[in-house]
């Protein structure tokens, strides 16, 4: 109890320490501030694992576990692109980036999170032949389904945080699609945009058992000028399981929001 106490109380810092973070943007570009930063907390936690990835009795690879965070998709998700890739942002949804201030992020004001942004806790899979739900610890204790039936998108969907997914195996990659979103959520805590047009493809792999890796395609023709891919990474998380954690209840964080400062701002 004191260990997960312990991580939970670390973790927490980990959240207000990325909100004031920044650095110099590129042109056209609100700029990561150098490739994320360790979940410390987490390190005791990690799978040393490297043997093969397991696969359920159907012969798919089993995703199935307990996954840590990737930092990259905290603070500023285009730390997560290519070396040398820029977000490739419309000018109005810069500009509104620039604009933004902490203490407004949903996030920071127990709303769900959305997709692809990760909170510093850890997320569990959970994986059937039918039906893969992520189970998200962090900030609303919230869920995603992905429908594995061969189902397609509702024709008539109302706009959701998390949107309408559906999966599908490519070889040994998970491939999932999902439409139907709202545009209230932010994709970090730097605030950049999106609109209701956006589709996410992500692709998940486990290339070894103590590892599970992701690219994420966002195409949102109402905010980016063209489709662009990011890259992530979670380890394999050990002798642990997700806590609970109801910022709703109890959030005394945004009165100490104040600041015109976040991950990726310039002045």
Known sequence: MKKDLARSIVTTLFVAAVLILFSTPAPGQVQATGGGVAMTSLEHLKSKSSGPAPRTADGKPDLSGLWGPDPHFMGDFSAALKPGDVLPLQPWALKLTKERLPKDDPNANCLPAGVPRMAPYPWKVIQTPKLIVFLMEGNMHTYRQIFMDGRGHPKDMDPTWYGDSTGKWE????????????????????????????????????????????????????????????????????????????????????????????????E
């Open 171 to 266: 070889g040994n990659t998970l491939v999932v699609d999902t439409v139907g979103f709202n545009d209230k959520f932010w994709f970090d805590s730097s605030g950049h945009p999106h609109t209701e047009k956006l589709h996410v493809i992500e692709r998940y792999r486990r290339p070894d058992s103590g590892h599970l890796e992701f690219e994420v395609t966002i195409d949102d023709p109402g905010a980016y000028t063209k489709p662009f891919t990011l890259f992530g990474h979670s380890p394999l998380m050990v002798n642990t399981e997700i806590m609970e954690y109801f910022c709703v209840e109890n959030n005394q964080d945004i009165s100490h929001i104040v600041g015109t400062e976040k991950a990726g701002r310039a």
